[in-house]
């Protein structure tokens, strides 16, 4: 017998109703952040009572993060898959980092699979949420150690200190850079000027920026 049909109508429901919650969250945290959203707003667009919102989260804060725990291993594995192609060459550069972190970015398909685009652009919103760096410490943060490794072999003369603040800064960039891809930048899309190709000058820029916070020391004559 399927699984499923030995579960309770009352727990298919739940699971359906969580479902829709955590659906509604991504939709709404993906087009106004992690503050505007109500319980209210949250249970409207999930099509269910307000008060199912803490009944099966606890509380709005919680239901962020378990929206964002929820796909993050999909994430993880193609940040992984990505870094993998980077370590087989044989000597890697800041560039090639930086390229597999984005990849996972590259094609945010909004309209073939809004679900997975939804939960994208709310993730290039964590920098903004008050909870936001514990949470990507939490769920990305093996991700992020792999790809500071990374950029230090890149760039052994490095200071490590120097690296974490330059990656802080790259993915905060990275992450306009997504919300723009997903047209969630308030009242425009996109920024005046702001093409398509400009995801490729963000890489070089942000690949200099990297690469001259902490500049390879230069020989004496």
């Given at each position: 017998m399927?699984?499923i049909?030995l579960?309770?109508?009352?727990?298919?429901?739940?699971?359906a109703t969580r479902?829709?919650?955590?659906d509604a969250?991504?939709?709404l945290?993906?087009?106004?952040g992690?503050?505007?959203?109500?319980?209210?707003m949250?249970a409207g667009?999930?099509?269910t009572?307000?008060a199912?919102?803490?009944y099966?989260?606890?509380?709005?804060?919680?239901?962020?993060?378990a929206a964002?725990?929820r796909?993050?291993?999909?994430?993880?594995?193609?940040w992984?898959e990505a870094l993998?192609?980077?370590?087989q060459?044989?000597?890697?550069?800041v560039?090639?980092v930086?390229r597999?972190w984005?990849?996972p970015?590259?094609?945010?398909?909004?309209?073939?699979?809004?679900?997975?685009?939804?939960?994208?652009?709310?993730?290039?919103?964590?920098?903004a949420a008050?909870?936001?760096?514990?949470?990507?410490?939490?769920y990305?943060?093996?991700?992020?150690r792999?790809f500071?490794?990374?950029l230090?072999?890149?760039?052994?003369?490095a200071p490590?200190?120097?690296?974490?603040?330059?990656?802080?800064?790259?993915r905060t960039?990275?992450?306009e850079?997504?919300?723009?891809?997903?047209?969630?930048?308030?009242?425009?899309c996109?920024?005046?000027?702001?093409r398509?190709?400009?995801?490729?000058?963000?890489?070089?820029?942000v690949?200099a920026g990297?690469?001259g916070?902490?500049?390879p020391?230069t020989?004496?004559a």
């Open positions: 399927d699984a049909a579960r309770p109508p009352t727990a298919i429901r739940g699971a479902d829709a919650l955590l969250a991504e939709l945290v993906a087009g106004h992690f503050s505007t959203p109500s319980h209210r949250i667009e999930a099509g009572h307000v199912l919102v803490n099966h989260f606890g509380s709005k804060e919680m239901l962020f993060e964002l725990e796909r993050a291993p999909r994430l993880n594995a193609l992984r993998a192609e980077v370590r060459r044989p000597k890697r550069k560039a090639d930086l597999a984005w990849k970015f590259e094609q945010v398909d909004m309209e073939g699979d809004a679900h997975w685009g939804n939960y994208l652009c709310a993730f290039s919103r964590l920098g008050a909870d936001g760096e514990t949470w990507y410490q939490r990305f943060g093996n991700a992020d792999d500071l490794n990374a230090s072999d890149a760039m052994p003369h490590r200190e120097d690296i974490e603040s330059a990656f802080r800064y790259a960039l990275f992450s850079v997504l919300l723009y891809r997903c047209g969630k930048m308030g009242g425009t996109r920024p005046r000027g702001f398509d190709d400009d995801v490729e000058r963000a890489l070089r820029f690949e990297i690469s916070v902490s500049p020391p020989l004496s």
